[in-house]
């Protein structure tokens, strides 16, 4: 990026939301990762659209952040603007009743889990299956996150995007194609709002579901541990997990990283990893479990950056 432009930039967000050189691995939740050329917060609808104009125009790259919990950044950095939703994203407000259904606004950068309970809180059923996920409303819609008890898109109703021209479109739930860990809409750039639809329900129903689900997720993954959750995509109906623990991989480490002992299709971070000690590990457990099954596995988690 040329001087100019990253004068530009501070001239389309505010300059004490603007950073060069900002190391990744703070945005992390593996605490892993190199410096992004440019970290920008944008906080206004307008800065978001002068961005993806500038963006588009000048040719510069660019992506979107949520809360770093699926995101992998190479040693060597990413070049161009790496883009988080700041706090005029993060909101969560009820829209309207329809007998039992009740549509609810959230904005991108709102956390999945103040989601979560809110809605337990507020006696809404439909965010359970997302109890103990990390990341943000944005960052979990584009992955259309979710666990066995279901998944982010099956609740939502509406979804508000930003074009890659900076044009706002508003698309319902039938124009939306919601697959495994994956939401596909060509063309679009940031998610800025969703309207989900939710039941009313028990409260105490609710929070009771939320607390067995959080419950089996603290007996059954490495939560409190720095990761990125699951590292590899299920193979069809076969868990990754199960084929990782079966090939003998859990504890095996490469410098800092480490297959969790607690949930094979966990990496995590010993305090000193490197993103190179877990790409590398990456394509060991890779290797070593299509040599003993002939499955190749794919990463859930996206990997960016140089290497
Ligand atoms: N298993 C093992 N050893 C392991 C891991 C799993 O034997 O190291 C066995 C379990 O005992 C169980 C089976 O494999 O019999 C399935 O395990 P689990 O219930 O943990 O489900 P999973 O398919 O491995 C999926 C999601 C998780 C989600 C859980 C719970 C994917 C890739 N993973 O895991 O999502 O939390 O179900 O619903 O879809 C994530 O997306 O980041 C994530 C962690």
Redesign the pocket.
């Given at each position: 990026m040329s001087r100019e432009q990253k004068e530009e930039i501070k001239r389309i967000i505010s300059p004490e939301r603007v950073f060069f050189g900002e190391p990744m691995a703070k945005h992390s939740t593996m605490g892993v990762g190199g410096n992004a050329e440019c970290f920008a917060v944008v906080n206004s609808l307008e800065e978001l659209k002068a961005l993806l104009n500038f963006t588009s125009e000048r040719g510069v790259e660019y992506r979107f952040w949520g809360n770093g919990s699926?995101v992998l950044v190479r040693d060597k950095g990413v070049r161009g603007i790496i883009a988080r939703l700041g706090e005029k994203f993060d909101f969560v407000e009820e829209l309207r009743r329809d007998g039992d259904d009740v549509h609810v606004s959230v904005g991108a950068a709102t956390s999945t889990q103040k989601l979560v309970r809110w809605a337990a809180a507020e006696g809404l059923m439909g965010m359970e299956g997302l109890a103990g996920i990390p990341g943000t409303i944005g960052g979990n819609l584009a992955t259309n996150?979710g666990?066995?008890?279901g998944a982010i898109g099956d609740v939502v109703d509406e979804l508000t995007v930003v074009t890659k021209e900076g044009r706002e479109l508003s698309m319902k739930r039938q124009a939306l194609r919601f697959e495994y860990?994956s939401l596909k809409i060509p063309g679009t750039s940031a998610l800025v709002r969703a309207v989900l639809k939710l039941k009313k329900s028990s409260a105490e129903e609710i929070s009771a579901r939320v607390e067995e689900a959080m419950k089996r997720?603290r007996k059954?993954?490495p939560v409190g541990e720095m990761s990125l959750?699951?590292i590899?995509?299920?193979s069809g109906k076969t868990?990754?997990?199960?084929l990782?623990?079966e090939a003998g991989l859990?504890n095996v480490r490469i410098g800092g990283a480490r297959v969790s002992n607690v949930?094979?299709?966990?990496i995590v971070n010993e305090g000193k990893a490197t993103a190179r000690d877990i790409t590398v590990l990456i394509g060991l457990i890779r290797e070593k479990v299509r040599e003993q099954t002939g499955i190749s596995l794919e990463t859930?988690i996206e990997i960016i950056g140089d290497e």
């Open positions: 699926n996150a666990t066995e008890a860990r997720r059954n993954q959750g699951c590899f995509k299920n868990s990754a997990g199960l990782i623990d859990k949930h094979a299709n966990f859930e």
